[in-house]
């Protein structure tokens, strides 16, 4: 993975919360997979997490950022949960947010691992 796809993987992470409060606020009607959101292994990241990382990467950042995806993947399906049963906005903000800074301890992971790159 080259410096360019570690910046697109964490746009592609910072993006659900983009979309998800879009979808709560009524700006967007997308509508969300849970299949789609838990399945850590379909987007870049995860495909990179399960090939070149494992050779590209120390193995302590490698298991930090494996678990902060998968964390990540499956908290995104949560949401997805709430939103498709139509919860609350109050309760749904708090997954985002609660997202939100799930993501970023993911983006801090992911820059070390750049960093590492340059």
């Not at 379909?42 to 950022?65: N, R």
Request: net charge negative; aromatic share 8%.
């Amino acid at each position: 993975m080259n410096l360019t796809a570690i910046d697109d993987a964490i746009l592609a992470h910072r993006t659900w919360i983009s979309r998800f409060r879009a979808s709560v606020s009524g700006i967007s009607t997308e509508k969300f997979s849970v299949k789609a959101a838990s399945d850590d292994t379909a987007c870049s990241l995860g495909k990179w997490l399960l090939t070149e990382a494992t050779e590209e990467l120390p193995e302590l950042i490698y298991a930090q950022i494996v678990a902060q995806h998968k964390t990540f993947h499956h908290f995104a399906a949560e949401i997805v949960e709430l939103i498709n049963r139509h919860e609350s906005v109050t309760t749904i903000n708090l997954y985002i947010e609660e997202l939100d800074g799930l993501s970023k301890q993911l983006v801090t992971l992911l820059l070390s691992a750049k960093r590492r790159y340059q």
